[in-house]
């Protein structure tokens, strides 16, 4: 029986990952996005697919739901808001297993489901990815994290968050690398070069917030950055535009091809930014989304400015 391992890329997706291919050893691992994952889903052909950490955007849910229902077997884990545009019931029934929790990280909700059938020392990659995407408060983490030195389990979610923002630990197969090695017990301390990579990218964020300190522009309430490098700190890269211009939003934008990526970090409470992202990109013929705290949209070229005006608005 084929299995095949959807997930995300960042720390909570490697480590949800890693949890399942623990689970099942013989697994394929593929990273994929919110924007492409109704593709790759139509073009997977495995008798098992495990879907975790990868939010549905608004225009392509009621797709992806058909072709979930076309499949052998679905084992749904995830941690992103629904959109409006599909019934929760709708997916329960094209999924053999449907968890699903806000403000839960994806490793959590993956381990918490096959705990019982692989090795307990495994609960450190949930830990792990629970901390690395800012869902370490829930009541299952914080009860387990006092079994274990929480000193070196943030240390070894710091390896797998900045070591990943080195170009030789960046690409798919160098992550996928990682979520091997999770799921065989070792750390990531263990994989070598991974602790001196993360490092060096403690050193460029530093000089990434000077860089932005200096180029920071504003718009209203939002502060942004415009096709700066960012060394692969996105979301840093927009939290540290609002930090130095004192707004309450920052955007990290990268002009691309065919279209502009914009990442979005908040530093007040309160700001649903995947709300935002969502509507403002929809208002401009995009797409947006992601969570309450962290999100980001996908617009057409040209549309920016508009953009801006209509997140304005809506904060």
């Known amino acids: 029986m084929t299995t095949t391992i959807l997930t995300h890329a960042d720390c909570d997706g490697i480590c949800a ?8 050893p ?10 492409s994952i109704c593709h790759d889903l139509e073009h997977l052909d495995s008798d098992r697919i495990i879907i975790t950490d990868i939010a549905l955007t608004r225009r392509d849910a009621p797709e992806i739901s058909k072709l979930l229902g076309e499949k052998k077997e679905v084992l749904y884990f995830d941690h992103h808001i629904l959109p409006r545009t599909i019934k929760r019931q709708d997916i329960i029934k094209n999924t053999s297993v449907f968890m699903h929790e806000i403000d839960t990280s994806a490793s959590e909700l993956i381990y918490r489901y096959y705990q019982k059938s692989i090795p307990r ?6 830990i792990y990815g629970a901390i690395g995407d800012y869902s370490d408060d829930t009541p299952f983490v914080k009860e387990r994290i006092m079994n274990w030195d929480r000193r070196a389990l943030f240390f070894e979610v710091s390896t797998i968050v900045l070591g990943t923002k080195n ?3 960046d690409s798919y ?13 070792d750390n990531p301390s263990d994989i070598p070069g991974l602790v001196n990579s993360a490092k060096q ?22 502060a942004y950055t415009k096709d700066l490098p960012s060394f692969g700190f996105r979301g840093p890269s927009a939290l540290f535009a609002a930090t130095a211009r004192d707004k309450p939003l920052g955007l990290y934008v990268h002009k691309r ?51 801006l005006e209509k997140l304005n608005r809506m904060i």
């Open 17 to 24: 990952g890693a949890v399942a291919l623990s689970k099942f």
């Open 121 to 126: 020392e495994r609960v450190w990659i949930a």
């Open 26 to 35: 013989d697994a394929d691992v593929f990273f994929t996005k919110p924007v």
């Open 257 to 307: 091809d065919k279209y502009v990526d914009i990442t979005m970090r908040a530093r007040i409470t309160g700001l649903k930014l995947n709300e935002l992202a969502e509507n403002a990109a929809e208002e401009v013929g995009g797409s947006g989304g992601g969570h309450a705290e962290a999100a980001g949209a996908k617009i057409p070229l040209g549309t920016f400015k508009e953009f």
């Open 201 to 222: 990218a403690v050193n460029r964020e530093f000089d990434l917030y000077e860089i932005i300190k200096r180029k920071a522009v504003t718009s209203g309430k939002i």
């Open 173 to 185: 197969n160098a992550k996928r690398r990682i979520v091997k090695t999770l799921a065989m017990g």
């Open 167 to 169: 170009d030789a630990f």
